[in-house]
T-cell receptor
Framework: SQTIHQWPATLVQPVGSPLSLECTVEGTSNPNLYWYRQAAGRGLQLLFY??????ISSEVPQNLSASRPQDRQFILSSKKLLLSDSGFYLC???????????????FGPGTRLTVL | DAKTTQPTSMDCAEGRAANLPCNHS???????VYWYRQIHSQGPQYIIH???NNETNEMASLIITEDRKSSTLILPHATLRDTAVYYCIVRVVETGANNLFFGTGTRLTVIP
């Protein structure tokens, strides 16, 4: 069966420090991968998605970047964190090349980031 | 993507059916309706999706109006564990990736 892992679960970082959040998927190959952010009291916002190694699409301009060095690894990074980067970060995956419509996404447990 | 409109919050008595409405009046013919839910501090969980026919699975039923401009998610016998934020999303899958855009959802509180 497929599983998705994220770490760390919680993180407290000072403003201006770097960030690296990691997401890995097991039990599948060539998944589509996604990074979302959820600010307190708000809905989920798609940040990045990837359809393959080295292929990253950004949905919104921001202080963050993403990389996909391996097929089932997705990393979210920042060189200098801002206060506004605080939030709940979720990684998700779904099958590539699945049915043209209606392929659900599976979410990881999330990382709660607090920037002080 | 078509936008959705959901009530901000709803209450439901434990054991009763929870009916969560969603308006998607600008939905296109090739867009599916998805429902996810998010229990506090956890990742969203897929519930159900449909195109135009009503759908049912072990978690819920999805009723889509004939004109597809609105839908209702039905939890037939709500339990306390169903307390969560429920997101209604419409989306067509484009080549390469299936991006889901979440709004603020409906916060369902199941009351003992």
């Amino acid at each position: 069966s497929q599983t998705i892992h994220q770490w760390p679960a919680t993180l407290v970082q000072p403003v201006g420090s770097p960030l690296s959040l990691e997401c890995t998927v097991e039990g599948t190959s060539n998944p589509n991968l996604y990074w979302y952010r959820q600010a307190a009291g708000r809905g989920l916002q798609l940040l990045f998605y990837s359809v393959g190694i080295g292929q990253i699409s950004s949905e919104v301009p921001q202080n963050l970047s993403a990389s996909r060095p391996q097929d089932r690894q997705f990393i979210l990074s920042s060189k200098k964190l801002l206060l506004s980067d605080s939030g709940f970060y979720l990684c998700a995956w779904n099958k590539a090349g699945g049915p043209r419509y209606g392929s659900e996404q599976f979410f990881g447990p999330g990382t709660r980031l607090t920037v002080l | 993507d078509a936008k959705t409109t959901q009530p901000t919050s709803m209450d439901c008595a434990e054991g009763r059916a929870a009916n969560l409405p969603c308006n998607h009046s600008t939905i296109s013919g090739n867009e599916y309706v998805y429902w996810y839910r998010q229990i506090h501090s956890q990742g969203p969980q897929y519930i159900i999706h449909g195109l135009k026919n009503n759908e049912t699975n072990e978690m819920a039923s999805l009723i889509i109006t004939e004109d597809r401009k609105s839908s209702t998610l039905i939890l037939p016998h709500a339990t306390l564990r169903d307390t969560a934020v429920y997101y209604c999303i419409v989306r067509v899958v484009e080549t390469g990736a299936n991006n889901l855009f979440f709004g603020t959802g409906t916060r369902l509180t199941v009351i003992p």
